[in-house]
């Protein structure tokens, strides 16, 4: 195994760290009150909150020889470990309804925390997607994704306009993941895709920024003395 490469995703141990989310989660599934079922937010928060509680003991003393779980909102991760090989892994937690929602755009992180987050090689940067329905008043997980944002296509990415740029899971409903994909190559298309957005996003500001002071001046133009 290349030192550089976690054995955890680039051997199958990421799908047994799958299956043991999905089992745990549903043998515990979370509660909510009848009031409360409809509210997506409560629902993800619920199940997010009772796998933090428990993730270490998941992952196992094989894997997790260090676990973090207390962070800021501003935080890239909402929750981290280390493994016996000396990786750190930060992990976003995102929370998807399969029924009852249309269309979903979630945030992942800021592509200036990514880019230096990446600089060094130890550092895996995860999406935990956790898709699940209600019913009745149990949350039930149908699907976990627990895959290194390189392993992400960018077909179901997309960058959102929010200081440097957010990258986004475009569609929660699509996610196309290409397992062992090379980090070097991602990242390549990384850079092409921010370089491809920011000029564009340049001229929509411009634009917009001309055809204000345009409207204003006519305003003022036409303005009595």
Same mark, same amino acid.
Request: aromatic letters at 24%; glycine letters at 0%; charged letters at 30%.
């Given at each position: 195994m290349d =030192?550089? #490469?976690?054995?955890?995703?680039?051997t199958d141990k990421y799908k047994r760290v799958e299956r043991r989310i999905k089992d745990f989660l549903s043998k515990q599934a979370p509660s909510l009150s009848l009031d409360t079922t409809e509210s997506t937010r409560t629902a993800g928060d619920a199940t997010q909150k009772l796998l933090a509680e428990n993730f270490s003991t998941i992952l196992g003393p094989a894997i997790c020889s260090k676990y973090?779980?207390? *962070?800021? =909102? #501003?935080?890239?991760?909402d929750m981290a470990f280390r493994d016996n090989e000396g990786f750190y892994y930060a992990v976003d937690v995102k929370t998807h309804r399969v029924f009852g929602t249309k269309f979903n755009m979630p945030n992942i992180t800021s592509v200036d925390k990514l880019a230096r987050f990446y600089e060094d090689d130890k550092n895996y940067f995860i999406i935990l997607m956790l898709k699940y329905e209600v019913q009745q008043t149990s949350v039930l997980v149908r699907d976990?994704? *627990?895959v290194p944002i390189e392993f992400l296509d960018w077909d179901c990415l997309r960058i959102g306009a929010l200081g440097w740029g957010q990258i986004q899971i475009a569609n929660a409903n699509v996610i196309k993941v290409n397992l062992g994909y090379s980090r070097k190559e991602w990242m390549v298309q990384f850079c092409d895709v921010l370089l491809d957005f920011y000029p564009k996003e340049a001229q929509k500001i411009m634009s917009k920024r001309v055809e204000r002071f345009r409207q204003t001046r006519e305003y003022w133009e036409s303005h009595p003395e």
């Open positions: =030192r550089l #490469k976690s054995s955890l995703f680039y973090y779980s207390d *962070f800021s =909102r #501003k935080a890239m991760e976990v994704i *627990f």
